[in-house]
């Protein structure tokens, strides 16, 4: 008997998470009934894939040789599953993109939209989400291409540079620190470690790196609100709770509603690079590879760049046909 792919699609889940029950949630299946579909997958391959402990699942050499080759498998189902859903949408190229949430709140977008008004046979298929979970998306295969901030693990994909941030602190215009700053660039890290912080939730990629910046000075962080998005971090700042730290561009856009003031970050790391991750690098002359060039246009100010207007129409023309 033959693996099914829900039960590939769960394996992979769980040696990723090291986790079954974290695995089971994310699968929407209950533990015992996860339990049990690992059990049988054991059975059908005559070995043992994990091994378990109380701190979590641990991939044994069979283990680790199976995820190699059920990425491969639960991946050609995803794309066989966006490449049907064409047939239905009169589109002959889906590309799922997932961005982290800093991209998608400045500028992912509108360079998405971008292309795809000039791409009208290509389907673009766009989601929020951290990103570590765009990377784990993209290795997986259900997305395409990942747009994360530098300097996560993103070992084994291929990736190339794409937008940056600039990260600032965010306060109520009469916070006594923003009338006391009269230079912008002047305005420290460490001057804020005296105060209440609004943040995002700590398993974002923003709250790990101010946590990571704030022990490096041995000081602690009084993260007194955490909140899952942007707006909500500004509210929090509104509601005077604290002095949230968010990317330059997304708090300016909520500042002037919410009469804040927008301080950048004087700190060598609060300038960040974001990245273009795919899993492998794409040939020229397809979509994916048609898009990244123009993200990567996006990110120098080349938008009009005529080699890669010729790339995308000879890419889009290919798809079509």
Known sequence: MLPDIDSLAL???AAEMRNLTRAAEASHITVPAASRRLSLLEHQFKATLFERHSRGLQLTPAGEHLLKLAREVVAGVHHMRAEMANYASGRHAVLRVHGNTSAMTQFLPADVAAFQAAHEHVRIVLEECWSEE????VRSGEADLGVVVGGGDVSSLWSRPYQSDQLAA???ADDPLAGAS????RLAFADLLERDLVGLEGSSTLTRLLTAQAAQQMRPMALRVQVRSFEAVCRAVEARLGIGILPLAAARSFADAMRL????LSDAWASRRMLLVTRSQPPSQTPLGTLLAHLEACATGGEGDQAADQAAEQAVNQAAM
């Open 134 to 137: 765009a990377v784990r998306r």
């Open 11 to 13: 394996f992979v889940q």
């Open 261 to 264: 003031k927008v301080l950048p």
């Open 182 to 185: 009269q230079d912008e660039a």
């Open 170 to 172: 965010v306060m109520r």
